[in-house]
């Protein structure tokens, strides 16, 4: 206790070194806490992108390009399936329900999803939540639309807006588009940070309606282009889509479905566990999170070598007050304890600041980056990865404190108490 009471008093004297060491070590703790929050929060994020769902059907491709085209809009299908193979799908009594989807067109940029009404009851992202409606509601007649929120917030739109579905994913539409058919925008969904913010929702029936007399690819002309109340009198039924979302009546029953449908023999399909894909994926893109936490490893080291620094610094400062100690009757040990305490003392600080300060940060902040982004902080007790790394920063500091005290332990009495010109 003594010790501790000394260790205190000589910070307390040096308190403007003191506390920029402090500083330095809980701005180095707020970094790196902060990038292993943001890893964890996008890593969840990326992987409640959807939630619920238990398989993916599409054309025979490989698990992330699958995963990649039916949930981000990233790229393109390598073939369409059937619906009568979903349709047989359907039928298997492990099935619960299944959501087609359609893709292929896009809006200014964004991507344009043909699906069934029942998509904004069964599609799930972060933690089993539901889609909802910010404006409007969802699409009941064949030329309505159902926006995300980005679509609305960057092109401005709002319930009643028209707009027209462009032929092919490009943004620019080289005048392939279906300016002849527009839609009315009937809802626009609440934000998820989500691809689901950067989608045109409309009918699978509507796709099949714009696509009337585009046989090969190419615009319909003269006697072939058909009106819109051409096409609402027509029997429209897609005859196949992109790809599928599948849930379950019980998770038992997964594998068996998913070893049925790779070996459906009436069509080249394929069905992913979405969380096997997403963890595939991720080890892809996994490189760039181990980057910025090397880099805040490294600045918490630095922090913690300009704390060495400042205390080999103030030796020579400190010479006559060991040596004072030491005439006292304090032993050589007893100074080495000292300088450790006193870099003990530092770090704890450091982190109990740094720590406290971050999750002040997340309070304030982790609404709006939720909403504005979808990466999910929130508050929670430190995760076992952060404990081990606080500790880790503790030994570190301990260790930091080594150095100095060495120096110290080998000072002698005579030295400090003889005068230096």
Do not use: C
Request: glycine share 10%; net charge neutral.
């Amino acid at each position: 206790m003594i010790i501790a009471r000394l260790a205190w008093a000589s910070l307390m004297n040096r308190w403007l070194t003191s506390l920029l060491t402090i500083i330095a070590i809980a701005l180095s703790i707020i970094l790196l806490l902060g990038v292993e929050k943001v890893r964890v929060g996008s890593k969840a994020g990326f992987l409640n992108t959807i939630s619920g769902t238990d398989l993916i059907v599409g054309a025979r491709a490989g698990d992330v390009q699958l995963l990649l085209y039916s949930v981000f809009r990233i790229g393109n299908a390598t073939n369409n399936i059937s619906m009568e193979t979903l349709r047989d799908i359907e039928r298997r009594p492990e099935v619960k329900w299944l959501v087609p989807i359609s893709l292929g067109d896009s809006h200014r940029g964004f991507r344009v999803m043909g699906t069934s009404s029942t998509y904004f009851d069964h599609y799930r992202y972060r933690r089993n939540t539901m889609l909802k409606f910010e404006q409007g509601k969802p699409f009941d007649d064949l030329f309505e639309a159902v926006i995300g929120a980005d679509v609305a917030e960057r092109l401005n739109y709002r319930v009643g807006s028209k707009i027209v579905v462009a032929h092919g994913a490009g943004k620019i539409s080289f005048g392939a588009d279906h300016s002849d058919k527009p839609f009315v925008v009937a809802g626009i969904l609440a934000a998820t940070g989500t691809p689901v913010d950067r989608t045109v929702h409309v009918s699978l029936e509507a796709i099949e309606a714009i696509h009337v007399g585009w046989d090969g690819g190419s615009a319909p002309r003269g006697d072939q282009i058909r009106s819109e109340e051409e096409v609402r009198a027509m029997q429209l039924e897609p005859k196949v889509v992109t790809a599928a979302y599948i849930g379950l009546k019980s998770k038992i029953g997964v594998f068996s479905l998913q070893s049925f449908i790779n070996q459906y023999k009436q069509e080249p399909v394929t069905a992913i566990l979405p969380g096997v894909a997403f963890a595939q994926l991720w080890s892809l893109v996994g490189t760039a999170e181990t980057a910025l936490m090397v880099i805040s490893l490294m600045v918490v080291f630095t922090a913690f070598f300009g704390m060495v620094i400042s205390i080999l610094g103030s030796l020579n400062e400190r010479r006559r007050e060991m040596a004072i100690l030491r005439a006292i009757g304090a032993r050589p040990f007893q100074v080495f304890i000292l300088f450790v305490v006193e870099a003990t003392v530092l770090a704890v600080v450091g982190i109990a600041l740094g720590t406290g300060i971050l999750y002040v940060i997340v309070l304030v902040t982790w609404p709006i980056l939720e909403q504005a982004t979808g990466l999910y902080l929130g508050l929670s007790w430190p995760g076992t990865q952060e404990i081990i790394y606080l500790l880790i920063i503790l030994a570190s500091g301990i260790i930091a404190g080594i150095i100095p005290a060495i120096r110290a332990y080998s000072l002698s009495l005579s030295d400090g108490l003889s005068i230096r010109l």
